[in-house]
């Protein structure tokens, strides 16, 4: 069945360091791709998407680029802060879902002063 | 827009007492989901509502759980009774456009049933 596999946590780098947050996919056709991050006590936001292959997805300095070739949706940031400390979740949206989306296990980020 | 609405936030309990969660969604959107997140589970699915219609309830975990939705702003998770067990947080999230462009997830409820 459908699914998403996120690189396990916490990870953990100091400020001002580039991100990356590995995420992989198996699903038939093209589902849509999503990022969510969860800031502690807090609900998920939505945070970028992309809906076909080689789209790139951004929002608040993340990126990520759908690749079909590689079924991967991995997120990157040139340069955290500490405000970006949170659990991301990655998840797709099955290609003529109307609803159903598979959720990654998420990845805790931990980012030191 | 004051985004989707859960409430209480917070609701401890003792087992057996019936516990009912609360959710406003944004209005507008037309699916509204009630999702349970644990660590040991993650992010699990309960129920999808379309147009104020349950849609799938497969993953509502057994009898003692129940969802309505009597209008496009209201919609309810009850419990009864609830167990330790449910401890967990509760997300209702809506969305339009069948989810095309993503969800709007509220701030949770933090269940903690003893």
């Known amino acids: 069945g459908d699914s998403v596999t996120q690189m396990e946590g916490p990870v953990t780098l100091s400020e001002e360091a580039f991100l990356t947050i590995n995420c992989t996919y198996t699903?038939?056709?093209?589902?849509?791709l999503f990022w969510y991050v969860q800031y502690p006590g807090e609900g998920l936001q939505l945070l970028l998407k992309a809906t076909k292959a080689d789209d790139k997805g951004s929002n608040k300095g993340f990126e990520a680029t759908y690749r079909k070739e590689t079924t991967s949706f991995h997120l990157e940031k040139g340069s955290v802060q500490v405000s970006d400390s949170a659990v991301y979740f990655c998840a797709l949206r099955r290609e003529g879902s109307n609803y159903q989306l598979i959720w990654g296990a998420g990845t805790k980020l931990i980012i030191k002063p | 827009d004051a985004g989707v609405i859960q409430s209480p936030r917070h609701e401890v309990t003792e087992m057996g007492q019936e516990v009912t969660l609360r959710c406003k969604p944004i209005?507008?959107?037309?699916?509204l989901f009630w999702y349970r997140q644990t660590m040991m589970r993650g992010l699990e699915l309960l129920i999808y509502?379309?147009?104020?219609?349950?849609?799938?309830d497969s993953g509502m975990p057994e009898d003692r759980f129940s969802a309505k939705m009597p209008n496009a702003s209201f919609s309810t998770l009850k419990i009864q009774p609830s167990e330790p067990r449910d401890s967990a947080v509760y997300f209702c999230a809506s969305s339009r456009s069948l989810g095309v462009y993503g969800y709007t997830f509220g701030s949770g409820t933090r269940l903690t049933v003893v």
């Open positions: 699903a038939t056709g093209y589902p849509s």
């Open positions: 209005s507008g959107h037309n699916s």
């Open positions: 509502f379309n147009n104020n219609v349950p849609i799938d």
